[in-house]
């Protein structure tokens, strides 16, 4: 069925939730790895597997079921991911997950998939994903490596310590407008471009003047920061 919308972009904690991949080639070691990367519990179910999958197998970091599939393998799973070299496999692994209402992937072919799993550029705490809604990858890793080009670490820094702010100036600064105006008026001030030049000393210091405007304390980390800056 041809879609009418485009897929609602979301992130969701995978962290300890039960992922299971069908499939043990070279693309379904890469999901594997993105998989434990960001905490899931993965489980491979395929007659046989890449050396690379092998290798996490005896490093106990995810679970193999040398098998073909088959639907109980569903059991328990939050996501699914189907990538092996039977099409009628991975339309088989879509329909049920379907059925049990578990988000399912087949690699490669957008119209199974519930969800798609995007290009990720990650710069300390920032992470930037990018999606063609699965009509072009490679115009998606183009994006991403054009974007890794022009995002740099001061845009992890600013938000780190931005971070740090937050719990303070929810309690100072009540409503929404005031916070809004607080933490625009930071990023406002240049603290990016002045990070991006070197010039830290100044950028913490413009963060200390804002929140003396706004009557926000200074985090601990802005103050160590700041000193470390002298």
Known sequence: MKKRF???????????????????????????????????????VSPEITDEIAAWERDNALVVHRKRYEEADLDGASI???STD????????ARDCRRRKVP?????VTHLCEFIVPAIIEKGSIQI?????????ALGRTLKEDLQRTIGPEYAEVNDLLGTLRKEAKRILPRDTDRKRFFDGIIA??????????????AYEAVVRACEAAGV????????????AM
């Open 6 to 44: 485009p897929y609602y972009p979301i992130y969701i904690d995978i962290e300890d939730h039960a992922v299971l991949i069908v499939g043990g080639g070279v693309v379904c070691a890469r999901k594997a790895e993105t998989m434990m990367r960001y905490g899931g519990r993965v489980t491979i």
């Open 80 to 82: 699914v991911i189907a």
């Open 86 to 93: 039977d099409p009628c496999v991975n339309a088989r692994v």
């Open 104 to 108: 399912v992937n087949v690699v490669d």
């Open 129 to 137: 994903a990018i999606s063609t809604g699965g009509k072009s990858p």
């Open 189 to 202: 001030a240049g603290v990016l471009e002045m990070l991006r030049e070197g010039r830290k000393r100044e």
């Open 217 to 228: 304390p200074h985090s601990q980390e802005l103050q160590e920061r700041l000193a470390s």
